[in-house]
Each structure stands twice: as C-alpha cells, then as structure tokens.
C-alpha cells in the first residue's frame, strides 16, 4: 500500500516536472507569438492610415490705330454696354500651366482625394482678414496710383517658372503703357522673392502689385461661385486636365467682368497701347473661303465692366465645364458662345463687342512661329523679312508667340522677334534677348 503512494506521488512528481519545463519551453515562443500580433497591428496601423500630403504649387475699332473688325456688334443696352471710357482698363495676363502636371496627376472618386489635387491655393479657404486684405489691397492700391489704365495679371504656377520671357512681356506692355498699373494676381509673386522679381519696375517708378488671390471673393455673386464651391466639396472630377489652368481660363473671365479691362497671356510682345480697343476678341484663324473666322482665342480679351458676352462666358464655364478636354474651358468656349450668338434667331439682341482679325494679335499662327526667330539667310528672306515688319507695326498691337511651340527656340539675331524686342524692351539688357 505504501508502496503504492509512493509511486503515484512519484509519477505525479515526474508530471508536475514535465509541465514546468515545458511552459519554460514554450515561454521565448509565446512572447516571440506576441510581438509578432503587436508588429501585426501596427503595421495595419501603418499601411492603412491615409496620409493627406498638400501638392506643391506648380513649377494658360481702329486700324494702324484702327485695325479691320472681322465682325462687329453694336449695342442697344446702353447701361449694360456703355460706349464711353471706363475709368480704368484692366489687363489680366495668365500664364497657364503645362500639361506634365496631368500625367502625375491620378483622378480618385474617393472626394477627400478629389479635393486635396487641388493646388494650396485652391483649397484655401480666405476668411475674414484674408478676404478683407485682398480687397483692401487691390483698393488702396487702385485709390492712390492714379492709372491712366489698370492692368492685371495672374500667375497660378511656380516663382522660378516666371522667367526672362514672362518678365520681358510686362516690359513691352509698360514701354506701350507707361502710365499703366498693373496688379498680379499669384500666390507665388505675392511673397518677398517676387518683389524683388519686380523690384526693376519698382524702381523706375512702374506702378506694379502683386497679391495672392481670393477665388471665394473673386467669384462671389457670379455662377462662378458654385462652380467653384462644387470643385471645393470633390462634387465633380476636375479632369486630367491640370485645374490651374481651366482656373485660369475663368479667373480672366470674372475679373474682366468685375473690373473691366484687357486680359493677355504673358507669352506676348506688345507693340502698340491697347487703351483704345473696347469690347474686342481676337480671332486665332480664318475661313479662307468665307473670309470669316473659324476660331476665336481667348489669350486676348478686353472688355468694359460688366459686359453680357463676358458674363454669358462665364455662365458656359459654369454649366459645360469639361476638365478632360483641352481648350474646351479656354478658346473653344469663347468660339462656342459667340458662334451661338451668330447663328440665333435671337440675332436682334445685339451684345456690342467686335471680333478683330489674326493680324491683330496672333500673325503668327502656332505653326509658323518658328520662322520669327531665325534670321534671314539670303536677300529674299532679308526682303521678305522686312516686309512682314511693316505688317506687323500696321496691323498688330502685340504678337503671341505660342509659349509651348517656341519656349525652345533661340532669338537669332536680325530676326524677326529680335528687332521687335529691340524696339519694345524698357531696360534694353542682354537678357531681353535671350528668352
């Protein structure tokens, strides 16, 4: 009996043994089995947490005094489209964006991913002081400078991307316009390295301002602005289409319609004062059968202050925006709505503005420009060369030089773009003519 108790306490012994050593067995494989469940955890954390990086901003009817009106339409609205001078004319310039943006752009349906391709300055949301001081700015500004004509600008893009050639189109405008203000409108010029981009013009007693931009405001009580608030809440995709540029195409628009003036991109040399044209367009090409224009530009738009053409621009932009097609929210927009007007049976609604001819603002078509920049070769082409001078101090207030065709190009010297930044230049350097 006692010989059996002692087995059992024996066996029992040898069990209570076994378990111990195999829980200190099993113990390095339980914690190692831990902290893989917590290194597990983590990286779910890690892996599916969504990060909102902000994308950076990117590096869009006279003749020889009166130039040959392709089209014209008289007003009977007086006060919607007044004949006499406005106080001040208003230049908008916008160089608009490449399109390599796009293609590293991904359109998501997610809507926060929506909203945050917007550029810093889309998504900003100017409130009380950022509102009031840019329309306390551009007021005080306009209040104390006395402009014979206003002019602005705007530049959605990067500070270093404003180059020689951006810089020389302010200088030919001013050289026509010396008593001209001008108010860029940029997020990137607006900062102290941009003031000393201006500083040149400062200097010389130039009247020029630059201010980041207000969209909310600027927008206010237009079509424009549930456009734009629809863009802000990811309602519709803004297309593949970088949205700098279509915000270009109707930042032009309104500021035209609240303020009046010219709007000109920035890759143009102005050869003659704009001040005199009212309620003009431009056309880029012409039916050379009908001799009527086949296709208007919107590079070039001045127009008094709340005109009704600019107005219904504005409208399409708002109800047929397309951010998938190039220039349907640019040049093709502004030829759609007055070819509309033309055919209407409503034709007796008379809008008054004109439509001036290429040769007034885009002589060269975007396939030919290539040739203003080389040399003559020969006594024909020194002859040729010299004829189509005399054009174009004639016909054309300024010369659009297809930015993205020519950007490229080197100025070769006696050449056609040569000679017209010799006569055009404020400050007349080296750099004048090496953009």
Known sequence: MEGSRRTEQVVLLHSLKRLIISFVCCLPVSLFGLLMVLLLIYNSFSVFSLHLDPIPPIKPTPSLNQPQVLQHHTSSAAPLAS??????SLLLAVKETTLGFAQKQKVSSIKTEKRDELTPATRQKPQGKTRQRFKTRINSFL????????????????????G?????TVESLFKSHPNSCLILVSNSLDCERGTLILKPF????LKVLAIKPDFAYIFKDTSAEKWFERLKKGMFSPGVIPIEQNLSNLLRLVLLYKYGGIYLDTDFIVLKSLTNLHNVIGAQAVDPVTKQWSRLNNAVLIFDKN???????INEFSVAFNGNKWGHNGPYLVSRVVARINTSSSSSEDLGFSVLPPSAFYPADWTRIRRFYRASGNESEVNCSRKRLT???KHSFAVHLWNRESKKLRIEEGSIIHQLISVSCIFCNSSSFTF
Do not use: A
């Open 202 to 205: 400062t200097d010389k007693g």
């Open 83 to 88: 004949s006499s001078k406005p106080d001040s």
């Open 164 to 168: 020689v050639r951006e810089r020389f």
């Open 307 to 313: 005109h009704p053409l600019l107005e219904r621009f």
């Open 143 to 162: 209040s104390k400078s006395s402009c014979e004509s206003l002019f602005f600008m705007t530049w959605i893009s990067s500070l270093e991307s404003f």
């Open 391 to 393: 054009q174009l101090r």
